[in-house]
Protein backbone atom coordinates (compact mmCIF):
# COMPACT_ATOMS: atom_id res chain seq x y z
CA UNK A 1 0.00 0.00 0.00
CA UNK A 2 2.53 2.44 0.87
CA UNK A 3 4.53 1.76 -2.37
CA UNK A 4 1.14 2.50 -4.24
CA UNK A 5 1.37 5.83 -2.30
CA UNK A 6 4.63 6.52 -3.25
CA UNK A 7 3.91 5.71 -7.12
CA UNK A 8 0.92 7.90 -7.09
CA UNK A 9 2.79 10.47 -5.72
CA UNK A 10 5.20 10.64 -8.18
CA UNK A 11 3.05 10.26 -11.27
CA UNK A 12 0.98 12.94 -10.16
CA UNK A 13 4.50 14.79 -9.96
CA UNK A 14 5.04 13.96 -13.28
CA UNK A 15 2.03 14.93 -14.99
CA UNK A 16 2.33 18.33 -12.94
CA UNK A 17 5.80 18.63 -14.87
CA UNK A 18 4.65 17.48 -18.10
CA UNK A 19 1.61 20.09 -18.16
CA UNK A 20 4.62 22.86 -17.13
CA UNK A 21 6.13 21.71 -19.93
CA UNK A 22 3.32 21.63 -22.60
CA UNK A 23 2.34 24.89 -21.05
CA UNK A 24 5.96 26.47 -21.59
CA UNK A 25 6.63 25.39 -25.18
CA UNK A 26 2.83 26.30 -25.96
CA UNK A 27 4.00 30.03 -24.78
CA UNK A 28 6.78 30.04 -26.08
CA UNK A 29 5.61 29.69 -29.86
CA UNK A 30 2.84 31.79 -28.86
CA UNK A 31 4.79 34.56 -27.74
CA UNK A 32 7.82 34.35 -30.60
CA UNK A 33 4.67 34.34 -32.82
CA UNK A 34 3.50 37.48 -31.43
CA UNK A 35 6.61 39.42 -31.06
CA UNK A 36 7.57 38.59 -34.78
CA UNK A 37 4.56 39.69 -36.18
CA UNK A 38 3.93 43.12 -34.10
CA UNK A 39 7.54 43.85 -35.52
CA UNK A 40 6.35 43.16 -38.78
CA UNK A 41 3.55 45.62 -38.09
CA UNK A 42 5.13 48.16 -36.51
CA UNK A 43 8.00 48.48 -38.97
CA UNK A 44 5.11 48.46 -41.76
CA UNK A 45 3.10 51.38 -40.16
CA UNK A 46 6.04 53.67 -39.30
CA UNK A 47 7.32 53.77 -42.78
CA UNK A 48 3.91 54.46 -44.02
CA UNK A 49 3.47 56.88 -40.98
CA UNK A 50 6.98 58.78 -41.47
CA UNK A 51 6.37 58.87 -45.82
CA UNK A 52 3.37 60.41 -45.14
CA UNK A 53 3.20 64.33 -46.46
CA UNK A 54 0.83 65.44 -43.87
CA UNK A 55 -1.05 64.44 -39.85
CA UNK A 56 -4.13 64.12 -41.65
CA UNK A 57 -2.22 61.39 -44.64
CA UNK A 58 -0.77 59.31 -41.48
CA UNK A 59 -3.86 59.86 -39.32
CA UNK A 60 -5.41 57.66 -42.26
CA UNK A 61 -2.59 55.21 -42.32
CA UNK A 62 -4.24 54.15 -38.67
CA UNK A 63 -7.56 52.48 -40.33
CA UNK A 64 -5.17 51.15 -42.68
CA UNK A 65 -2.97 49.80 -40.46
CA UNK A 66 -2.86 46.30 -38.98
CA UNK A 67 -3.58 46.16 -35.32
CA UNK A 68 -0.15 47.04 -33.76
CA UNK A 69 0.98 48.58 -30.36
CA UNK A 70 2.40 51.34 -32.49
CA UNK A 71 -0.82 51.82 -34.51
CA UNK A 72 -2.38 52.04 -30.72
CA UNK A 73 -0.16 54.35 -29.67
CA UNK A 74 -0.88 56.55 -32.85
CA UNK A 75 -4.11 56.00 -32.24
CA UNK A 76 -4.34 57.30 -29.18
CA UNK A 77 -2.34 60.45 -29.60
CA UNK A 78 -4.81 61.37 -32.49
CA UNK A 79 -7.59 60.62 -29.84
CA UNK A 80 -6.31 63.51 -27.85
CA UNK A 81 -5.85 65.74 -31.42
CA UNK A 82 -9.22 65.09 -32.56
CA UNK A 83 -10.90 65.93 -29.13
CA UNK A 84 -9.00 69.15 -29.18
CA UNK A 85 -10.13 70.17 -32.55
CA UNK A 86 -14.12 69.72 -31.88
CA UNK A 87 -16.00 73.12 -31.26
CA UNK A 88 -17.54 71.85 -28.21
CA UNK A 89 -16.18 71.69 -24.55
CA UNK A 90 -13.89 68.48 -24.36
CA UNK A 91 -14.30 66.00 -21.40
CA UNK A 92 -12.22 66.73 -18.28
CA UNK A 93 -9.04 64.36 -19.54
CA UNK A 94 -8.46 65.92 -22.39
CA UNK A 95 -8.71 69.67 -20.75
CA UNK A 96 -5.38 71.27 -20.03
CA UNK A 97 -2.30 72.53 -21.82
CA UNK A 98 -2.39 70.25 -25.64
CA UNK A 99 1.40 68.79 -25.51
CA UNK A 100 0.94 67.84 -21.74
CA UNK A 101 -2.32 65.92 -21.91
CA UNK A 102 -0.95 64.36 -25.33
CA UNK A 103 2.23 63.12 -23.35
CA UNK A 104 -0.27 61.74 -20.50
CA UNK A 105 -2.18 60.20 -22.87
CA UNK A 106 0.80 58.44 -24.72
CA UNK A 107 2.16 57.66 -21.63
CA UNK A 108 -0.79 55.78 -20.33
CA UNK A 109 -0.98 54.25 -23.46
CA UNK A 110 3.01 52.65 -23.31
CA UNK A 111 1.70 51.44 -19.81
CA UNK A 112 -0.77 49.80 -21.67
CA UNK A 113 1.36 47.77 -24.38
CA UNK A 114 3.68 46.89 -21.90
CA UNK A 115 1.38 44.89 -19.37
CA UNK A 116 0.14 43.21 -22.98
CA UNK A 117 3.43 42.52 -24.10
CA UNK A 118 4.24 41.01 -20.47
CA UNK A 119 1.30 38.95 -20.30
CA UNK A 120 2.69 35.19 -20.03
CA UNK A 121 5.77 35.51 -19.34
CA UNK A 122 5.54 35.60 -15.22
CA UNK A 123 3.95 31.77 -16.11
CA UNK A 124 7.31 30.89 -17.48
CA UNK A 125 9.44 33.09 -14.56
CA UNK A 126 7.33 30.65 -12.39
CA UNK A 127 7.86 27.46 -14.56
CA UNK A 128 11.25 28.03 -14.06
CA UNK A 129 11.47 28.51 -10.63
CA UNK A 130 8.97 25.96 -9.51
CA UNK A 131 9.73 23.29 -11.72
CA UNK A 132 13.11 21.91 -9.82
CA UNK A 133 11.64 21.93 -6.41
CA UNK A 134 8.05 20.19 -7.71
CA UNK A 135 10.26 16.84 -9.39
CA UNK A 136 12.57 17.62 -6.22
CA UNK A 137 9.37 16.93 -4.30
CA UNK A 138 8.52 13.81 -6.31
CA UNK A 139 12.47 12.63 -5.79
CA UNK A 140 12.29 13.16 -2.00
CA UNK A 141 8.99 11.52 -1.40
CA UNK A 142 9.85 8.15 -3.90
CA UNK A 143 13.51 7.58 -2.04
CA UNK A 144 11.39 7.95 1.53
CA UNK A 145 9.30 5.47 0.64
CA UNK A 146 12.30 3.55 -1.03
CA UNK A 147 14.12 3.31 2.31
CA UNK A 148 11.18 2.40 3.87
CA UNK A 149 10.18 -0.63 1.82
CA UNK A 150 14.16 -1.47 1.81
CA UNK A 151 14.36 -1.42 5.81
CA UNK A 152 11.24 -3.73 6.18
CA UNK A 153 12.67 -6.10 3.89
CA UNK A 154 15.86 -6.11 5.39
CA UNK A 155 17.74 -6.28 2.17
CA UNK A 156 19.85 -3.45 1.32
CA UNK A 157 21.92 -4.53 -1.48
CA UNK A 158 22.56 -2.57 -4.27
CA UNK A 159 20.46 -4.11 -6.38
CA UNK A 160 17.27 -3.35 -4.12
CA UNK A 161 18.19 0.16 -3.78
CA UNK A 162 19.29 0.91 -7.14
CA UNK A 163 15.52 0.70 -8.81
CA UNK A 164 13.49 2.70 -6.59
CA UNK A 165 15.92 5.57 -5.96
CA UNK A 166 16.83 5.39 -9.98
CA UNK A 167 13.25 5.84 -10.49
CA UNK A 168 12.31 8.55 -8.36
CA UNK A 169 15.44 10.29 -9.36
CA UNK A 170 13.87 10.81 -12.69
CA UNK A 171 11.38 13.48 -11.35
CA UNK A 172 14.29 15.89 -10.28
CA UNK A 173 16.29 15.65 -14.20
CA UNK A 174 12.62 16.13 -15.50
CA UNK A 175 12.08 19.28 -13.20
CA UNK A 176 15.72 20.48 -14.46
CA UNK A 177 14.58 19.77 -17.91
CA UNK A 178 11.19 21.47 -17.63
CA UNK A 179 12.74 24.44 -15.68
CA UNK A 180 15.86 25.18 -18.43
CA UNK A 181 13.54 25.91 -21.50
CA UNK A 182 10.77 28.65 -19.32
CA UNK A 183 14.15 29.94 -17.91
CA UNK A 184 16.28 30.56 -21.11
CA UNK A 185 12.72 31.60 -23.14
CA UNK A 186 12.14 34.13 -19.83
CA UNK A 187 15.11 35.75 -20.49
CA UNK A 188 14.88 36.08 -24.03
CA UNK A 189 11.08 36.99 -24.54
CA UNK A 190 11.95 39.74 -21.81
CA UNK A 191 14.75 41.09 -23.89
CA UNK A 192 12.16 41.24 -26.81
CA UNK A 193 9.82 42.55 -24.88
CA UNK A 194 12.31 45.47 -23.50
CA UNK A 195 13.34 46.14 -26.75
CA UNK A 196 9.68 46.52 -28.16
CA UNK A 197 8.75 48.51 -25.04
CA UNK A 198 12.06 51.19 -26.24
CA UNK A 199 11.19 51.44 -29.83
CA UNK A 200 7.47 52.18 -28.98
CA UNK A 201 9.12 54.91 -26.42
CA UNK A 202 11.08 56.20 -28.91
CA UNK A 203 7.77 57.18 -31.84
CA UNK A 204 6.35 58.37 -28.50
CA UNK A 205 8.65 60.83 -28.62
CA UNK A 206 9.12 61.64 -32.07
CA UNK A 207 5.65 62.08 -32.18
CA UNK A 208 5.03 64.69 -29.11
CA UNK A 209 7.74 66.18 -31.23
CA UNK A 210 5.45 66.27 -34.59
CA UNK A 211 2.93 67.58 -32.70
CA UNK A 212 4.68 70.63 -30.96
CA UNK A 213 6.38 71.40 -34.18
CA UNK A 214 2.49 71.61 -36.07
CA UNK A 215 0.96 73.56 -33.45
CA UNK A 216 3.86 76.16 -33.49
CA UNK A 217 3.92 77.01 -37.04
CA UNK A 218 -0.22 77.52 -36.41
Not at 17 to 30: P, R
Not at 115 to 122: E, N, Q
Not at 172 to 191: D, E, H, K, Q
Amino acid sequence: MVTDTSTLIINITLWVLTAFSVLTWTLIVLKVWQYWRQSLANRSFEERFWGASSLDEARGEIAAGKSAPVVRLAGAGFDVLDNARQNRPPALKYRGDLLATLERKLKRQLERESRLSDVGLTVLASIGSTAPFVGLFGTVWGIMHALQDISKSGKASLEVVAGPIGEALIATAIGIAVAVPAVLAYNFLMRQSRRKQQALEIFAEDFLHLIAAETAHR
